[in-house]
């Protein structure tokens, strides 16, 4: 098991510009969570996907965001006319329910900065 | 909604000593989780430890285990026999039944040799 993973690492872009980040999810795990992350803080739930049908969106998701998991396996999260307040670390996050029982399983992360 | 308060902004601790770390929360439901999180610098976050609020009993995971107080809503990690590698920023994250993670702010734990 590789665990969760995301590409890139790392995105230095200039306001304006479109991004997109993609998570791969730990195999036959069947949930799949994005959270924001700015400097010193906790993360914040942006939206989540049973499978592939997205089934919550926080009200931080404005309309420049969106994401897709298409045939419910990896995900792609985009930003469109980034902002420098979208400069920040970008989390994917997986699990598989039981149940109620239900640990989410966290990636590395894309940290981004919009300059 | 629900909110996850951790007071303790930093802590230190020296090796081989017992720290605990703070959490308290804010919630209406009678079923949920929570969890502690650690992310050291630059690295992922990793799931130290789970509590199921149904459980009466605290749970355990070698060094770390928690105190669980239902009916107060407080959740404190405590770490024994620190050693330099638990020094990291350490989340309290609480879950409903539902789906989303709420988490706290994060304490930043030290670890003095």
């Known amino acids: 098991d590789t665990g969760v993973s995301q590409d890139p690492r790392h995105k230095i872009t200039k306001r304006g510009q479109n991004v997109t980040f993609r998570c791969d999810p730990i195999s036959e795990h069947n949930r799949l969570y994005w959270y924001r992350q700015t400097l010193g803080q906790g993360p914040e739930f942006l939206t989540y996907?049973?499978?592939?049908?997205?089934?919550?969106k926080s009200r931080l998701l404005s309309d420049r965001f969106s994401a897709e998991r298409p045939k419910g396996s990896f995900s792609t999260l985009e930003i469109q006319r980034t902002e420098q307040g979208d400069s920040a670390m970008y989390l994917c996050a997986s699990s598989i329910r039981t149940g109620y029982s239900e640990t989410q399983y966290f990636g590395p992360g894309t940290r981004l900065l919009v300059l | 909604a629900q909110t996850v308060t951790q007071s303790q902004p930093e802590m230190s601790v020296q090796e081989a000593e017992t720290v605990t770390l703070s959490c308290t929360y804010d919630t209406s439901e009678s079923d949920y989780y929570l969890f502690w999180y650690k992310q050291p610098p630059s690295r992922q976050m990793i799931l130290v430890i789970r509590?199921?609020?149904?459980?009466?009993q605290n749970a355990t995971e070698n060094r770390f285990s928690v105190n669980f107080q239902k009916a107060a809503k407080s959740f404190s990690l405590k770490i024994s026999d620190s050693q330099l590698g638990d020094a990291a920023m350490y989340f309290c994250?609480?879950?409903?039944?539902?789906?989303?993670?709420?988490f706290g702010e994060g304490t930043q734990l030290t670890v003095n040799p």
């Open positions: 996907f049973q499978n592939e049908a997205q089934l919550e």
């Open positions: 994250a609480y879950r409903p039944s539902g789906s989303r993670l709420t």
């Open positions: 509590q199921e609020a149904y459980k009466q």
